[in-house]
């Protein structure tokens, strides 16, 4: 059997390996996408706290108005 058919099986052959399950596939890749939701939100949401927070000690913080003194006419 030349090496290219050994390492390449033709498809309508059946082959020796077993198949994984579309269960199994499809659990998998909704594993993989919670994986990466979770990441982003781990990154996201304490930059978006921090976003809050300084926006919240900005507007409770009382503003430093200067009072104009009274111009002479």
């Known amino acids: 059997m030349p090496a290219a058919l050994a390492a390449f099986p033709p498809r309508d052959r059946p082959s020796r390996d077993r198949r994984e399950s ?6 998998v890749s909704v594993l993989q996408l919670a994986l990466v939701v979770m990441v982003w939100l781990l990154a996201i949401v304490p930059a978006a706290l921090l976003a809050l927070g300084a926006m919240v000690v900005h507007a409770l913080r009382p503003s430093r108005q200067r009072v104009a003194a009274p111009v002479d006419s």
Do not use: E
């Open 22 to 27: 579309k269960a199994l596939v499809v659990a």
